[in-house]
């Protein structure tokens, strides 16, 4: 390799990007109740994935920054899949009843009342969501339940693009309530 292309790649290890990595395995690790000891090692699965890209960085293709935001970012997505998948296999491994309590008889439900009671369920969820939604993000919600954005805006007397940016807000809080695959 020559100095000049060395020398762009000290952008990789700069404090700019140090804070960067600090800044999301902070929230992974506030995010996801993780242990101290978690943090270098999220901080180092960092840098293993800057190491990588940074090999193949050609400047002709793009500015760095771009690059390196891209790969945090990717990273980061995939350690949100990793400990909430984690999460959701420890919830479905936890002990039923019949291992607490021996003499546990299992109640059968019919099919269509277990799929009322899921329907249900998920609508309290919605509804838990959408309870802690500011008193106009819920005005928005419950328009759109019946009206196109246009229709909305219109009513709100407010530009589409308004509504588009606190529905983009909502949909952050749907996400945040684990609603990843809902589609709104």
């Known amino acids: 390799m020559n100095t000049e292309t060395n020398f762009s790649l000290e952008i990789f290890w700069s404090e700019s990007v140090q804070s960067r990595i600090g800044f999301r395995v902070n929230r992974l690790v506030k995010k996801f109740d993780l242990k101290p000891q978690d943090r270098e090692d999220l901080r180092q699965e960092f840098l293993l994935a800057l190491i990588k890209v940074s090999k193949t960085y050609d400047p002709n293709k793009g500015p760095a920054g771009a690059l390196i935001t891209g790969t945090l970012n990717r990273r980061y997505k995939k350690f949100v899949r990793k400990f909430k998948l984690d999460q959701q296999r420890a919830f479905n491994d936890a002990m039923g009843y019949e291992d607490v309590d021996p003499e546990f008889e299992e109640t ?3 099919p269509t009342q277990s ?3 899921a329907l249900t369920e998920h ?3 919605i509804e838990s969501v959408l ?3 500011a008193p106009k993000q819920q005005r928005i919600c419950r328009l759109l339940q019946h009206h196109s954005i246009a229709e909305t805006a219109e009513i709100l007397e407010q530009s589409r693009q308004n509504i588009f940016y606190v529905l ?3 949909r ?3 996400i945040e309530a684990g609603f990843e695959n809902y589609n709104f």
């Open 108 to 110: 059968r439900i019919d």
């Open 115 to 117: 799929h009322q009671l």
């Open 123 to 125: 609508r309290m969820d």
């Open 131 to 133: 309870s802690k939604l």
């Open 168 to 170: 983009g807000t909502i």
């Open 172 to 174: 952050k809080r749907f």
